[in-house]
Nanobody
Framework: QVQLVESGGGLVHAGGSLRLSCAASGRTYVMGWFRQAPGKEREFVAAIDWSGKSTVYADSVKGRFTISRDNAKNTVYLQMISLKSEDTAVYYC???????????????WGRGTQVTVSS
């Protein structure tokens, strides 16, 4: 079993930046970031494979968000720049063993970290 703990959320003005971290209790394979805004369904944001060589992004964040990982630290990051009010959501990291990044059937999930972007 893998435990995931997100951190780095907070309140930021539109146009600002944040870096989210997801610390895992052990080795991880495919890692994804999802988000859920109030009244909306959880949506895919980004994912990265074990090697870090394959990444995929939702169209809404492409060019503004960057996913990366440090396997020595069992940590995955989500660098977010040019934040918009519509990026406001709870951000979750998640783990899966196969490369089907947009499929929400990840096997382990963190509890989430709140990101609020003020306009």
């Amino acid at each position: 079993q893998v435990q995931l703990v997100e951190s780095g959320g907070g309140l930021v003005h539109a146009g600002g930046s944040l870096r989210l971290s997801c610390a895992a209790s052990g080795r991880t394979y495919v890692m994804g970031w999802f988000r859920q805004a109030p009244g909306k369904e959880r949506e895919f944001v980004a994912a990265i494979d074990w090697s870090g060589k394959s990444t995929v992004y939702a169209d809404s964040v492409k060019g503004r968000f960057t996913i990366s990982r440090d396997n020595a630290k069992n940590t995955v990051y989500l660098q977010m720049i040019s934040l918009k009010s519509e990026d406001t959501a709870v951000y979750y990291c998640a783990h899966r063993n196969d490369w089907a990044p947009r499929n929400p059937s990840y096997d382990y999930w963190g509890r989430g970290t709140q990101v609020t972007v003020s306009s």
